[in-house]
């Protein structure tokens, strides 16, 4: 196994030799909408085409692919919700390691399957993660069989780091690099690899992290010198919500990252959206984090861009609801109700209303039984297709000229 100190630009370059033998160079496409709107070159470093759908892949081989032969026999361990149990399954699969995955009961049926389909022993225990990996650790201790953390091991973090030495080779000239940050293994690799390549090439790379704001446990760390566990709210991005930043990758963050920002849940589902309707990719929700600072103008950016689009397992389900989400979040998806009376033709004229306005519906609900409905009247929920925030306005202005009573609803 490798040291235990800082690691070096030699130690990238023999992870990456290593990982080639199980991850694919991942391909940097130019996003040219978001190169339009920002008025600089933005690239994407398109980790969701990888093998198994996310980075996570690079630095479970580059840890696995060191154990010894006795460490091989004991079997490997792993705990995760997904990203980090298929790469764990797959490098295990190819090393004819034998592999027990510890999953939340909660977990994704495509994630649960795919890690199956790897070859993997999975076990569905714990409703929050923190218990399943309690359980993971319990079965290590018990077995003999070793322990694949998702982030914190300098093993994972220079396998994680292949990354930024993939895209410094194909952009030669890139000035910043986005990335997602959760317990902190790709944040450390990606900027610890790419300054100290920049510095060896006389040049200089800024690197910027984006955490969910609703799982954002690294400004405060940071702040206090030290990790520091805080509660974690609900999110869409679950590849990245840590209570608590790695050890180990928190010195790396502290010394090689330049800024770290945080972003909503309404900007993670507008960038998701905008990068499937704009550039055609699937990308989970901690994988578009970095989309989502630069469409919010959290980061202002001068020169090239790469930003990691680091995963892109997500549930089909999650995904329909995303997408809602994130058009509701846009102003292109608009529910109203409106209490008409309980009289022939209503339906009609509020038809007509939303049709002067030139929008769509797609759905409606008639009801005569919702609460603080008068004997008289009825509710009327509709879901219209609207072209943004001047079209929502035109909309609820021609329902109001129809003298109907709207009231708009967020999603």
Partial sequence: MASSKAPTLNEFYDA??????????????????????????IWFKCENLQRTGAYKLRGAYNMMSQLSDQEKARGVVAASAGNHAQGVALAAKILGVKATIFMPVGASLPKYE?????????????????????????????????????????DIIRGQ????LEIMEQLPDVDNILVCLG????????????????????RKVKVFAVQAEAAASWPGSLKAGKPVEIKIQPTIA????????GRIPFD?????????????????????????????LVV?????????????????????????LSGGNIDPLLMQRVIRH???????????????????????????????????????????????LQISEVELNLSVETRGKQHRKDLMKSLKAAGLNPKLHED
């Fill in 16 to 41: 990456l030799e290593n990982v080639r033998a199980i991850a694919i160079k991942t391909p940097v496409l130019e996003s040219h909408w978001l190169s339009e709107l920002t008025g600089t070159p």
């Fill in 114 to 154: 795919a890690t199956l389909g790897y070859g993997a022993n999975v076990v569905l225990t714990g409703a929050i993660f923190d218990e399943t990996l309690v359980a993971a650790k319990e079965f290590t201790t018990q077995s003999g069989a070793v322990f694949i953390p998702p982030f914190d091991d300098l």
């Fill in 161 to 164: 780091g292949t990354v930024a």
């Fill in 183 to 202: 317990g902190g293994g790709l944040t450390a690799g990606v900027a610890t690899a790419a300054k100290l390549k920049a510095q060896a090439l006389g």
């Fill in 238 to 245: 679950d590849g990245i919500a840590v209570a608590k930043p």
């Fill in 252 to 280: 790396l963050v502290l010394e090689h990252v330049d800024k770290i920002v945080t972003v909503t849940e309404d900007e993670i589902a507008k960038a998701m959206l905008a990068v499937l309707e704009r550039s055609k």
């Fill in 284 to 308: 989970e929700a901690g994988g578009v984090v970095g989309v989502a600072a630069v469409l919010a103008g959290k980061l202002k950016l001068k020169g090239t861009t790469a930003i990691v």
């Fill in 326 to 372: 994130g058009l509701a979040a846009s102003e292109r998806y608009t529910n109203i109700s409106v209490m008409l009376p309980d009289r022939p033709g209503q339906l009609v004229r509020t038809a007509e209303a939303v049709a002067a306005a030139h929008a769509n519906v797609v759905e409606v609900l008639h009801t005569r039984h919702g609460n603080g």
